[in-house]
């Protein structure tokens, strides 16, 4: 099972950007579907973005397509998330999971190996 680790979050004005790492160890971290998800305080943990384990294949939740950017590195064990555009309703702890395939790749229970999260805080 692949455990991850979720890291670059901060404090930036909106219309600036942010890019964040999640960091995997495992063998097998190649062969999973990596996915972002966000959660701010009061709500339920939302999908942004999942790609599939060669990168060829990515979705988007509505709210960030055009301005968020999923990407991996294998050799790395990393995938990216690249913001652009930052708007004060992204502000959330952003957290990456790992998935078996992109079946249902929107929902939550499909992914562990949860990391602690990293905090994004957009201000206004």
């Known amino acids: 099972q692949v455990q991850l680790v979720e890291s670059g979050g901060g404090l930036v004005q909106a219309g600036g950007s942010l890019r964040l790492s999640c960091a995997a160890s495992?063998?097998?971290?190649?062969?999973?579907?990596i996915g972002w998800f966000r959660q701010a305080p009061g709500k339920e943990r939302e999908f942004v973005a999942a790609?599939?384990?060669?990168?060829?294949?990515?979705v988007y939740a509505d709210s960030v397509k055009g301005r968020f950017t999923i990407s991996r590195d294998n050799a790395k064990n990393t995938v990216y998330l690249r913001m652009n555009s930052l708007k004060p309703e992204d502000t959330a702890v952003y957290y990456c999971g790992a998935a078996r395939s992109m079946t249902a790749v929107g929902t939550r229970s499909r992914y562990d190996g949860w990391g602690q999260g990293t905090q994004v805080t957009v201000s206004s």
């Open positions: 495992g063998r097998t971290f190649s062969t999973y579907v």
């Open positions: 790609i599939r384990w060669s990168g060829d294949t990515t």
